[in-house]
């Protein structure tokens, strides 16, 4: 989409009467993510009115992972436990969660396997941040998150023609956003950055809905100082989404890309083998994960 036509395309999207929105929740821990000097005491203001947001993280910070000795019934102590960011991190997914319970599907996809891929990927990118830009380890795991956030809307704003992309793309071995593009003229990358846009999610994020599944200018590095957040994202999320299609984490099957893989190893300065070592781990990281996000 040239630019004319994505900021007439973002008009669309904004006065859309039948686009998700984000739990009200949400939208202030989105306040939160924005603000560099927010505390975790800005947070638990937001999350002590929320009984239901309240008692899951209780619940996951006296999940047997973290292993404490006695039950804490303090959302203070909790946030203090489970630490700032990743009380950000939780909080926002479980509101975005509630946007992926629907009991749609469509042919051999379904709302809650996009969600499974979606937490799938968010792990991943944040294990292969850890290894590579530790300090993104948590942004990594926001932008897996919502990277495909887009498709929500596709089958909210236009369930038939969504219908004719699962078609136009089961049993083809196409890449799906190509059946997107051939049913409804646009793909989930063009919906996915002009919602978050509207849902006022920071820059890097919107990159990363647009740019995870590659962009036409890629940097050959991105590990000097000027490689800019969100294309960084948007490698590891790529990186990641490639591991999940490997794995069968995906919400469809889609064609495997190891010369894709090879580009992005390069891009972000990951050798062969670590690569390899990260994605023998992914087992237990999603386990563990599942566990704290009691899924
Ligand atoms: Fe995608
Ligand atoms: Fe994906």
Redesign the pocket.
């Known amino acids: 989409m040239g630019t004319m036509k994505r900021s007439k395309f973002q008009n669309l999207i904004d006065n859309a009467p039948d686009i998700p929105t984000l739990p009200a929740v949400a939208t202030k821990v989105i306040e939160v993510v924005r603000d560099a000097d927010s505390t975790a005491e800005d947070l638990r203001q937001i999350i002590c009115h929320d009984p239901v947001l309240s008692s899951r993280l209780m619940r996951m910070a006296n999940s047997a992972y973290f292993g404490l000795p006695d039950e804490l019934t303090d959302l203070q102590r909790a946030i203090v436990l489970l630490g700032f960011n990743s009380v950000r991190n939780l909080a926002f997914t479980a509101c975005l969660q509630s946007l992926y319970k629907s009991e749609y599907r469509c042919g051999s996809f379904t709302a809650s396997s996009l969600w499974m891929?979606?937490v799938s990927?968010a792990v991943i990118s944040r294990m292969l941040a850890e290894r590579i830009w530790p300090e993104f380890a948590e942004e990594a795991f926001l932008a897996g998150i919502v990277?495909?956030v887009g498709i929500i809307v596709e089958w909210n704003l236009l369930p038939e023609r969504f219908e004719q992309v699962i078609r136009a793309f089961e049993g083809t071995g196409r890449p799906f956003g190509e059946a997107e593009k051939q049913a409804l003229g646009f793909d989930h990358r063009d919906c996915g950055s002009a919602i978050l846009r509207r849902w006022g999610l920071p820059k890097h994020l919107v990159r990363v809905a647009r740019q995870?599944h590659g962009s036409r200018k890629e940097p050959a590095s991105l590990n000097s100082e000027s490689g800019a957040l969100g294309d960084r994202l948007a490698a590891l999320v790529h990186l990641a989404?490639c591991i999940?299609a490997e794995r069968g984490n995906?919400?469809i099957d889609e064609p495997r890309d190891e010369e894709r893989v090879m580009a992005v190893l390069g891009q972000i300065g990951c050798g062969h083998e670590e690569y390899r070592n990260i994605v023998d781990c992914t087992d237990e990281e999603l386990d563990r994960a599942r566990t704290i996000l009691a899924l």
Do not use: A, K, Q, Y
Request: charged share 20%; proline share 0%.
């Open positions: 891929h979606s990927v990277h495909d995870h989404e999940c995906g919400f």
